[in-house]
């Protein structure tokens, strides 16, 4: 959190994810910063930019597209919320939001959960510069390589690191994060990035480049040990984005917090996704859970073309 946010009264943060993964990380800042009592009022808005349930980031056909409908959804939240910080907590959208316009006109803050997950794996890559990272993601995030790159201008070879790209898991984890299709593709995943490990002993590291699998990290973890593979490290962002966004942070300005938390959608929301999801974080934030279940779902807030 940036010192200037931390002075304010009151707190307006908008979450968004292209799905229900950064609810995870919403519902946690929600209970944290309520706990904290450093603010008189706290709103915590999760916007999930998905433009709709036929057509995601992934299935547009070129960066233009996908550029220009995140533009369009980040233009609604600065206009209709005015929130004080944005969080990216998507690294779909974060890869995409690198070549928007907006980058270049914020209006506030805007933190994207991109340098969590490169702050994680080059703190472990700097203890352990042999093991090998494997990045299990969505396709646009791999396309770009983004990560790659930026782990490479701080001096980490690509040999050490490699995509997993995991078609369909987002969709299989927001129906059940524990289910058995969940549990199905997550271990062909692993499967198939282990079976491109070099042989012999070396460090490996699974780094969850999605928001939605933190609500499936324990079938990851089993799914490794299943194959004789002890991870040095399962690498999750969503914990370092909010550990970040809670730097700075003065306890105790004022004897309570009210706060409030909303999930808005473009997209209808099926019954069952709901369902998972709010099982998933109720152990967190009771609250979020039944914002999840009343969620707000209105049509054409943003441009889908």
Known sequence: MQPSLAEKDTLTIVVTDSGLGGLG???????????????KRL???FFNCLPSNLLGYDSMTSDDHRTRVLESALDYIARDYAPDAILLACNTISVIY??????YRPLMPVISIIQAGVDEISAFLGVKPFARVILFSSLTTAQTGFHKRILADKGFTSESISYQVCHGLIAAIERGPTSDETRSMIDRYVSSA????????????????????????????????????????????????IKEFLKNLKYNRFPETLAEIEVVSQAD??????????SAIFPVSKRAAAALRSAVCVPGLFSTV
């Open 25 to 39: 990380i919403a519902a946690e800042l929600f209970e944290r910063l309520r706990a904290s009592c450093a603010f």
């Open 43 to 45: 709103k915590v808005i």
């Open 98 to 103: 690198d070549k928007a316009e907006f980058v």
């Open 194 to 241: 282990s079976n491109n490990l070099p042989s012999g002993s070396i460090s490996v590291a699974a780094a969850m480049l999605c928001t939605h699998f933190s609500y499936s990290s324990r079938i990851f973890y089993d799914a490794f040990i299943a194959r004789g593979i002890q991870l040095a490290a399962l690498i999750d962002p969503n914990r370092r984005m």
């Open 269 to 278: 929301i099926p019954v069952d996704r709901i369902n998972a999801i709010a």
